[in-house]
């Protein structure tokens, strides 16, 4: 059944019937307009729009008779239609504009150089069918559509079948909770499409007492948007120019396309709550920067436009208004804003045909985030990569091997001294030591032990031979030696914290770390007592297998190895490479 005026639901605190005496046909208010309802700043209105389809001139001005003939019974003709048609308004077709205004509506509070925000809460059909005319002389094709003559001598509203105006009707239908409409063509082909409801017509008084606006002006007190981005949960930014704003509403749609090819979208009447509020410059400002003109947000997209009589310049308004909210709004410079328009704004047109051309220019806003914190990055340590006997890339005896980075050479390195690391020393990013998580294939077990395979562990970062054996570390670790020449650097050892974290940690015994730092033994008297120098490796007799080898049970010392990589020469990276992408996969912000 049609959404009768004053029956269901009513969502606003406040409701506007549309009756003789709440509208106006074809005219925006000015200065001297009389508010027909008035509301607190912050407040909601529900408000009863009616369509002019079925009582225009052209169409007889009787919509019972009207919609009869398209197969619309008399309860499904709205009431308030009905008695606007039989009233006595004044409405001359061809020279008046068509569209019936609801209100206006006076917002308590609002003055000059404010901005009136229009949250658009709900929109819901009054009547299940919609109506499209092709009218003689409107849309893009005026001159070839309607396909039969113009309008012939004497067409008036009691003969208003000479007018020529071809109307498609369009039913409306509820599917899984959506609405569509349907069109049945003569030869039985049906077309079904979604529908978006929003008012076309939507504008505040203009600062004159003399000037009447027809509603199908545009310009900065709003008027015949047709915006269909003004949908549910869309809000319109209208500047105000006299006391109390005085909006008033009309002209609703249930679908228009991008365009507006012919000369109408699809029209149906609508009920629509409204949450009306006054805002200061302080709050304009932070919505819209410093653009002072009508503006649209929604909760993807913020949307400029642009009017002229020439299309060009409508488009070329629609961009500069987007340039300013970018600079203003955003913090983009100008060339900056441009250049973001060109790759990722969005142009549509939202009249064509004869008289005023307006344009649109969407901007996505999931395309400016804010800006991720900035994250403390502590000094990384030398990676270590973990290689197999049998591994190509390990140390090869009969090729030179490149200098490592040790602390002795790089001294962003931390040191390793022979007291160990001191007790203030902050922890190593963990992040450094690669190859810390347990692999499906069982080769690297992240408590030390073998995997079941018989395999070495790959993740036991400890020297695989004990403390001071040439190759604790895969083989001997070079280093620059000061006097230009080269030393196996120390390896190292049981209870000593390696680069990667405590002992404990990569499966260490617990004792072999509870040594007080003052009981052991120096660099010196350690080389002194395996018989070799500083820095040289221990004899074949003092070295001592690691736990886990064959003199404990473990694997033998062909097991898997690992040794330092060289830190790269910053002169010789990809400078091509990309950085890594942060946790939530933004490197930071776009704006």
Known sequence: MALQPGRGKIEGRHYLPSTPETVTWGDLPNALTKPVLSIDSGATVTVDTVSPEGILGDQGRDPDAFLAALGVSHPEVLADARAIATSGLSHRFGLDAPHIVTGPVLVRGAQPGDMLRVDVV????????????????????????????????????????????????????????????????????????????????????????????????????????????????????????????????????????????????????????????????????????????????????????????????????????????????????????????????????????????????????????????????????????????????????????????????????????????????????????PDQTAHSDGTAPLDGTAPLDGTAPLDVAMPPHGPGHPDALGGPDVSTHPDGGSRPATPPRHGTPTRHGSSARHGLSSRDGRRSREGKPTRAARSARDGGAPGEAAPAEHRVPFEGGPAHGGQPETGTRHRREPVPDPDSVDDLGLPPLEPDGVTGSSG
């Open 122 to 433: 709900s929109l819901h059909p009054r009547a299940r069918y919609g109506i499209v005319s092709t009218r003689h002389g409107d849309g893009l094709f005026a001159g070839e559509f309607p396909e039969g003559g113009p309008p012939e001598r004497g067409a008036d509203a009691r003969h208003w079948q000479r007018f020529g105006t071809l109307t498609t009707f369009c039913a409306v239908e509820r599917r899984r909770g959506r609405l569509f409409g349907v069109l049945a063509s003569a030869n039985g082909t049906r077309a079904r499409f979604p529908l978006a409801p929003f008012l076309g017509v939507m504008a505040v008084a203009v600062d004159s007492t003399t000037e009447v606006l027809p509603s199908t002006s545009v310009g900065l007190h709003g008027g015949a948007l047709d915006c269909g981005d003004l949908g549910p949960g869309a809000r319109l930014y209208l500047p105000v120019q006299v006391v109390g704003a005085l909006l008033a509403v009309g002209d609703p749609h249930y679908a228009l396309a991008d365009g507006k090819i012919g000369a109408t979208a699809l029209e149906g009447p609508l009920r629509a709550t409204l949450r009306l509020t006054a805002l200061r410059d302080a709050a304009t400002s932070a919505a819209l920067g410093a653009l002072r003109e009508p503006f649209v947000e929604t909760d993807t997209a913020w949307v400029t436009m642009g009017v002229d009589v020439e299309l060009p310049e409508a488009i070329r308004r629609a961009a500069r208004s987007a340039v300013q909210f970018l600079h203003s709004r955003m913090g983009l410079e100008r060339a900056e804003a441009l250049a973001y328009l060109s790759a990722a704004g969005h142009l549509a047109v939202g009249h064509l045909g004869p008289g005023t051309q307006t344009a649109f220019c969407r901007i996505r806003r999931a395309d400016f985030v804010e800006p991720t914190p900035a994250k403390s990055r502590l000094p990384r340590p030398a990676f270590v990569r973990l290689v197999g006997a049998s591994d190509p890339t390990g140390p090869d005896p009969d090729r030179d091997e490149p200098a490592q980075a040790t602390p002795e050479t790089d001294p962003a390195l931390p040191r390793l001294d022979d007291a160990g690391a001191p007790d203030d020393r902050p922890s190593p990013d963990p992040t450094a030591c």
